[in-house]
């Protein structure tokens, strides 16, 4: 027997001669591949938020980097000689020589029906303490807008239940309204009163909070939470005390999110509070990496980061599901200066505002909606007609009463016929009136405006306007008559409708009332 017989039968030798043959097969065709290559970059520079990298000569615009730690940076400018990111994460245990890795994708954030009720933060990191977020998809953080052929005329209405919102200032589905005012004036409580509102409407709301205090963060969570509004709202939050790169890309997050709700033909309503902190963040940032700074110190660019970001608010045309992104962005001015930097980029890039006063907060009017100095510039097309037709010259009769006012405070004389628009305009302010989280139908608001626009309420006592406008609202709510189902279904009011409506307000008036009749004005 020669030795190559005894080889080959032996069974284990020859299994272990194949799979040798095998690995130089392998070996000679991988011989020709290049090796893979990861590129690692070095950290130059660190401080308060970003830092500087070199190393790394095909990385992109926007991509994510990984820092030691498994802390995130994003790349923000491309140099020729070095790269300014943004941190993501706390720079602390990142030091000068730490090694950078790329990550080869772009800031992204999970999307999904799972997201609802829960409070996240940009990265999609729980801020809840209820565990990891589980969804099965992610969407980029940056996103190019919705193109304008694409795009459907703002048509229906986005009710926010309060008075003088829905009667004088309307929003549409689709519309980005801007939201203004001095601290402490209720921009944030106008907001969340619009998410409360949106219970019966089928709107998925989206509260993204930029910069705030934890404690406030906590207390608008706790608001929602308890009328019931967690059940459609996702909630996206960065304090104060998160790196301002992470508060510049909350909006933009919170925006994806609410991009993958619309592409499945539903409506949502975003709140961004506020802007005027993410344009503090990205200011920061801007200096800290040496770019140059121009009016009151913000970048040249700094209007470009925001209509990038509010031009992603649209009404979907029906080859697309007719889905719908109104934007509620919140500002806060100084010393009611509306003129400044900020507000006025953003007055300019919105279809509207709503001012709220100072003066009127003082006096307790409340909400301080400035009815002068807001305007919706598209709502007004996607109105109930019931409104228009009760409260359609509203605005301009107020704003002559509020002028008459200020005049017979210098102790000029006034006739009968003066005096009396004095009185009725008194009654019409304090029926725009309303108490926080406390949203009214449609059919309730217009029952109250009728009533107060007609006379109906004119020998009611000031005092006792509150109650008057309650009795109207509880009579029209516990036997509504078809008047008030024809103005929830977006139908035109009759003269029938009106003198149905009318009746029924005069009875509910009558125990408050001073005088018989209604002054049919």
């Known amino acids: ?57 095909d990385v992109e615009s926007e991509e994510l980097l990984r820092f030691p730690g498994n802390r995130l940076g994003m790349a923000f400018d491309l140099n020729p000689g070095e790269i300014g990111v943004v941190l993501l994460d706390e ?127 906590a207390k608008a969570v706790e608001s929602l939470n308890g009328h ?79 209509s990038r970001l509010l031009e992603r608010a649209t009404h979907l045309s029906d080859e697309l599901g007719g889905g719908s992104l109104t934007a509620l962005p919140i500002i806060e001015t100084e010393a009611q200066n509306i003129s400044a930097y900020i507000p006025t980029n953003l007055i300019s890039i919105t279809d509207g505002q709503v001012y709220l006063s100072p003066q009127l907060f003082q006096q307790g009017i409340l909400p301080a909606v400035d009815i002068g100095r807001s305007v919706s510039r598209v709502g007004g097309k996607a109105q109930l007609p019931a409104y ?35 009185e009725r305009g008194r009654r019409v302010r304090r029926i725009l009136q309303q108490r926080e989280y406390n949203p009214i139908s449609p059919g309730e608001q217009v029952a109250a405006l009728l009533a107060v626009t007609t006379g109906i309420m004119d020998g009611v006592p000031l005092e006792k306007m509150g109650e008057a406008e309650q009795a109207v609202r509880e009579r029209v709510k516990t036997n509504p008559p078809e008047a008030i189902q024809r103005i929830q279904d977006g139908e035109k009011l009759t003269g029938d409708d009106r003198e149905q409506i009318r009746q029924l307000a005069r009875e509910a008036v009558e125990p408050f009332s001073r005088k018989a009749g209604d002054g049919d004005g």
């Open 91 to 217: 720079s602390s245990g990142i030091e000068a020589g730490a090694n950078v890795r790329r990550t080869g994708r772009v800031l992204d954030v999970p999307v999904g029906d799972a997201l609802i009720g829960r409070v996240i933060d940009p990265n999609g990191r729980p801020r809840d303490g209820r565990g990891p977020v589980r969804v099965s998809q992610r969407l980029p953080v940056e996103r190019e807008a919705t193109p304008i052929i694409d795009r459907s005329p703002v048509t229906r209405p986005l009710q926010t239940g309060i008075k003088a919102i829905d009667a004088l200032i309307p929003i549409g589905r689709g519309q980005r309204e801007l939201i203004l005012g001095d601290r402490q004036t209720g921009k944030t409580a106008i907001a969340l009163d619009t998410i409360v509102n949106q219970k019966n409407y089928d709107v998925i709301c989206i509260y993204c909070a930029i910069g705030q205090r934890a404690s406030a963060i």
């Open 228 to 306: 019931g509004a967690l059940e459609y709202t996702v909630i996206v939050v960065t304090t104060g005390d998160d790196p301002a790169g992470l508060q510049f890309v909350t909006p933009y997050a919170a925006t994806s999110i609410g991009e993958y709700f619309m592409a499945q033909g539903r409506d949502v309503l975003i709140v961004y509070d506020d802007l005027t902190n993410h344009a503090r963040a990205y200011r920061e940032l801007s200096l800290l990496l040496r770019r140059p700074p121009g009016r009151e110190a913000f970048p040249g660019d700094i209007f470009y980061i925001h």
């Open 388 to 422: 228009r037709a009760v409260a359609g010259n509203l605005k301009l009769t107020y704003a002559q009463f509020q002028e008459l006012e200020r005049f017979s405070r210098y102790g000029a004389r006034l006739d009968e016929e003066r005096r009396a628009t004095l």
């Open 1 to 57: 027997m020669s030795h190559t017989e005894d080889l080959s039968e032996d069974p284990h030798l020859a299994s272990a001669l194949d799979r040798a043959f095998g690995q130089l097969e392998e070996s000679l065709q991988d011989r020709g591949k290049a090796p893979a290559v990861e590129e690692i970059g070095r950290v130059t520079y660190v401080g308060k938020g970003i830092a500087t990298v070199d190393g790394l000569p």
